[in-house]
């Protein structure tokens, strides 16, 4: 158990639909990153918050968006969904957000667009 | 962008053979790490190796680093039936981990 936790652990919608991902860090961490994968594109880093800021922004579209909680929780909300979209979307936190730190996974959220 | 490609996409081994993945990334980095992801799971970490270190071992894990190729390897000596998984490299090079696609590795028993 890495202690990163996400809800829910799969999400089936409907194109054109507005979805939230959740995601706690591991206890003690104040960054927290997510990342989309797919079969084609592989692993792609979104979006990076550190202690309830951005700090760094990926391959997010704008359809996209993030944001960090005071309590460093986070959400990840995925607006006017398209089939593409359909990926395991992971949450990671680490403790400072420093690249030369490790990351520690939640298990993801397999998303389905129908 | 992908910093790090691993090669090869996909590995077959028998249990007991060891198992080579090898990274390329193209900028300059600090640090780059090896993970294991399980079948529709979460990565974790197996280990870091710095830019000024050339090698490093982990159990039955073996890190090089050869940062004038930019180029890694990660070696599993003795492989399991438990091994197989998917192996990505992450590169740092200033920005959140960048990872490859990974290589897929199957231990037959």
């Known amino acids: 158990d890495s202690g990163v936790t996400q809800t829910p652990k799969h999400l089936i919608t409907a194109t054109g639909q507005r979805v939230t991902l959740r995601c706690s860090p591991r206890s003690g961490d104040l960054s927290v990153y997510w990342y989309q994968q797919s079969l084609d594109q592989g692993l792609q880093f979104l979006i990076q918050?550190?202690?309830?800021?951005?700090?760094a922004k990926g391959n997010i579209l704008e359809r996209f968006s993030a944001q960090q909680f005071p309590d460093l929780h986070s959400e990840l909300n995925l607006s006017s969904l398209e089939l593409g979209d359909s990926a395991l979307y992971f949450c990671?936190?680490?403790?400072?957000?420093?690249?030369?730190?490790?990351?520690?996974f939640g298990s993801g959220t397999q998303l389905s667009v129908l | 962008s992908q910093q790090g490609e691993e090669d090869p996409q996909a590995l077959s081994i028998q249990e007991g053979e060891n198992a080579t993945m090898n990274c390329s990334y193209k900028?300059?980095?600090?640090?780059l790490q090896w993970y294991r992801q399980n079948s529709g799971r979460g990565l974790v970490h197996l280990i870091l190796i710095r830019s000024n270190e050339r090698e490093k071992h982990s159990g039955r894990l073996r890190v090089t680093l050869d940062t004038s190729k930019k180029s890694s390897s990660l070696l599993i000596t003795a492989s399991r039936a438990a091994d197989t998984a998917s192996y990505f490299c992450a590169t740092d090079g200033g920005t959140p981990l960048v990872f490859g696609k990974g290589t897929r590795l199957s231990v037959i028993a």
């Open positions: 990671a936190s680490s403790n400072l957000g420093t690249p030369n730190e490790k990351l520690f």
């Open positions: 918050y550190y202690n309830g800021e951005e700090r």
């Open positions: 900028t300059s980095i600090n640090n």
